[in-house]
């Protein structure tokens, strides 16, 4: 998922390089729509990357999961119930796999990584909205916020499954606590 992105980001960047001058160079107006659609593209992957990248530089997956911040609550979970987030299970993409395998992390190190994703993507829901202003620009405000609030959403989407596992995380961790008083590797 990570190469995908970033190829995703770079191949986007370039397209609306190039689309840019040659609307400069023969002002047609297509190749200005072209040029606007990569730039939004490429907003929101090199968006994703610089945020998840300067995050990961400032907390280094240490964070504690027992910040109120993170608990989830019954009438929250009773909303994932709703929303089947179970069945999600195996069909959302991860960026990187490893950071939540058992077999390489303990429990604890999991949770750290669930709440460091989980800021990463609330982060990255609130810059969602920020090519809102090209508006100002280019007009088209509907397709500004249409595009905006499908990118938050389709971020919000992955909070919602860190919330969602979380609790059965922390479960397993302070189960194992109980009985064997570490949570090193899988349980």
Not at 82 to 110: A, C, Q, R
Not at 166 to 187: C, M, Q, T
Request: net charge positive; hydrophobic share 45%.
């Amino acid at each position: 998922m990570a190469k995908t992105m970033k190829i995703t980001a770079i191949l986007s960047l370039l397209l609306t390089v190039i689309c840019t001058l040659l609307h400069i160079k023969t002002e047609n107006n297509i190749l200005l729509t072209l040029a606007i659609t990569f730039g939004t593209i490429a907003y929101h992957f090199c968006m994703r990357l610089l945020v998840g990248e300067i995050i990961n530089a400032l907390l280094h997956n240490k964070v504690d999961y027992n910040k109120k911040w993170f608990k989830v609550g019954k009438t929250e979970l009773g909303l994932y119930n709703k929303l089947k987030v179970k069945n999600w299970k195996g069909k959302m993409p991860t960026y990187d796999k490893s950071l939540f395998d058992s077999g390489e992390h303990s429990w604890d190190e999991i949770a750290q990584a669930m709440c460091q994703s989980e800021i990463v993507h609330e982060t990255i829901v609130v810059f969602s909205f920020l090519p809102i202003v090209s508006a100002v620009w280019f007009g088209s405000l509907p397709v500004f916020i249409i595009t905006s609030v499908l990118s938050a959403g389709f971020d919000l989407m992955f909070v919602i499954m860190q919330r969602y596992n979380r609790p059965r995380i922390i479960k397993l961790i302070k189960r194992y606590e109980k009985g064997v008083g570490s949570s090193e590797k899988s349980i």
